[in-house]
């Protein structure tokens, strides 16, 4: 186990696990907490479009899924700002057009295919500086947003019609954390894949909710059940040489259960 | 409030937009049982009731903090001000937000049907704080109860599909204590005789 470390994408594996860890717990409780599950659902599934996109046009896979994780956020914004009542409908069929722009792109590609089956379940073994550089820019940026604009923030998640009484730009703000949601769910895909990335964004925070009487505690509180959860899963990973997203998750939804048991029968 | 656009006529707040004078004006919805889980602590509620003016780079001023401190007293809540929002029972959680409103020093508070959801000892705690913070400043209160809310209130305004006025004089509010538990018609129909 220890000789694995001295692997350079061992290293890197762990560095991403624990980057995106913390930006998922602080981005994770925005989401949780303004009941956005579903919509950063979307925004993932969306985000596949991105990719077929990226890998047909040869540009950075990162920096095409972003892009179009960001418009599809801003779409979503737009809806759920101005139809209300219909939000679970659009969101639905954006997942499913964004997940079928990415395969036809993908089919229309010629040559290796490979990268496809990577992003639906992760590929934090092939995580390359650059793309560190990338997560570290993420999570500076989120937490420098969140710190500085946490009071508006806060306000907006809790109660967005009394904030905007007090002159708070709602649709701002609103917008704001879809966009940041988009970004993590883009970094987060890397680490877990595109389709156990809510299983990243929910179940640590779950369990941070119940522990935490202030949102800034949850968002740290998650972010450390995060990284706790990356790593053993990586271990696990590791020892018995299966996927290391799918590991992640069922570490976290080990864990999960044994919180919810705990709560059951330990605290009631 | 300006939260909504008016369909027909004009609202004016202090002579102006209502846009302009939000500060001025405390509001308290009618629900105050939204998002119950959301990990947020009394004090953090209140100091929403700042927010729009001046404030440090991160974190709250202690001033803020302070004032907040002061309208959970006024509220008589200041006890529960490290507690989490959901702990706190309806009745509890309407005087927070009450101290919410108060927090911005406003001149009028408007209250949506403070008492809907709450036990008859919270409406008669929250109705005697709001007979406190009267003295102080104009309180506007949408209520269906009218047979409670007129032992506390002076003006009336009923609307049901026209808008009728009365001033409530002391003999009549004597009067309807002396009662107790009267049918709000034939109230009316005193009330329509009287203001005739």
């Known amino acids: ?268 | 409030m300006g939260l909504i656009p008016t369909q027909k006529g004009i609202i004016k707040t202090f002579g102006e937009k209502p846009q302009k004078n939000l500060s001025k004006i405390g509001y308290v919805p009618q629900n105050t049982n939204i998002n119950i889980n959301f990990p947020i602590k009394v004090i953090e509620v209140v100091l929403m009731g700042h927010i729009g003016t001046k404030r440090p780079l991160f974190g709250y001023a202690k001033e803020e903090i302070s004032c907040a401190m002061g309208s959970l007293a006024q509220v008589g809540m200041e006890n529960f001000a490290h507690k989490k929002i959901g702990e706190l029972s309806g009745g509890q959680r309407q005087r927070v937000m009450i101290a919410r409103a108060l927090c911005a020093n406003p001149k009028i508070l408007i209250l949506d049907e403070p008492t809907a959801s709450i036990d008859i000892d919270g409406q008669r705690k929250i109705y005697q704080l709001l007979k406190a913070l009267n003295r102080e400043i104009t309180i506007i209160v949408v209520s269906h109860d009218i047979s409670v809310i007129l032992g506390y209130a002076n003006k009336i305004v009923h609307i049901n599909k026209r808008l009728i006025y009365h001033k409530l004089n002391q003999q009549e509010k004597e009067r309807l204590n002396m009662e107790g538990h009267f049918c709000e018609v034939e109230l009316f129909n005193i009330l329509k005789d009287n203001s005739r």
């Open chain 1, 1 to 268: 186990m220890i000789e694995a470390l001295s692997y350079d994408f061992i290293q890197n594996a762990l560095i991403a696990g624990i980057l995106v860890s913390i930006a998922s717990g602080i981005i994770g409780s925005l989401i949780v907490v303004n009941r956005m599950v579903f919509l950063a659902g979307g925004i993932a599934h969306t985000s596949y479009g991105g990719i077929g996109i990226a890998i047909f046009l040869g540009i950075p896979i990162f920096l095409g899924a972003s892009l179009f994780a960001v418009v599809s956020a801003l779409i979503i914004a737009s809806i759920t700002l101005n139809h209300r009542d219909r939000v679970d409908t659009f969101i639905g069929l954006m997942w499913a057009i964004g997940m079928a722009v990415g395969v036809v792109f993908i089919d229309l590609t010629d040559g290796y295919k490979g990268d496809l089956m990577s992003y639906l379940f992760g590929s934090i073994l092939s995580v390359s500086s650059n793309d560190l550089y990338y997560m570290a820019l993420l999570l500076i940026s989120t937490i420098l947003i969140v710190t500085l604009r946490y009071r508006e923030i806060l306000s907006v998640s809790y109660d967005s019609e009394y904030a905007q009484l007090r002159g708070i730009n709602v649709r701002f703000y609103y917008t704001l954390i879809l966009i940041l949601s988009a970004l993590t769910v883009v970094v987060a895909m890397k680490v877990v894949g595109l389709i156990l990335v809510i299983a990243l964004l929910t179940i640590p925070i779950y369990i941070a909710e119940k522990l935490s009487d202030s949102l800034y505690k949850m968002m740290i509180l998650s972010g450390l059940f995060s990284s706790i959860f990356t790593i053993l899963g990586l271990i696990v990973s590791y020892i018995y040489n299966v996927s290391s997203g799918a590991s992640i998750i069922l570490i976290s939804a080990f864990c999960l259960s044994l919180f919810l048991l705990y709560q059951k029968y330990i605290i009631d």
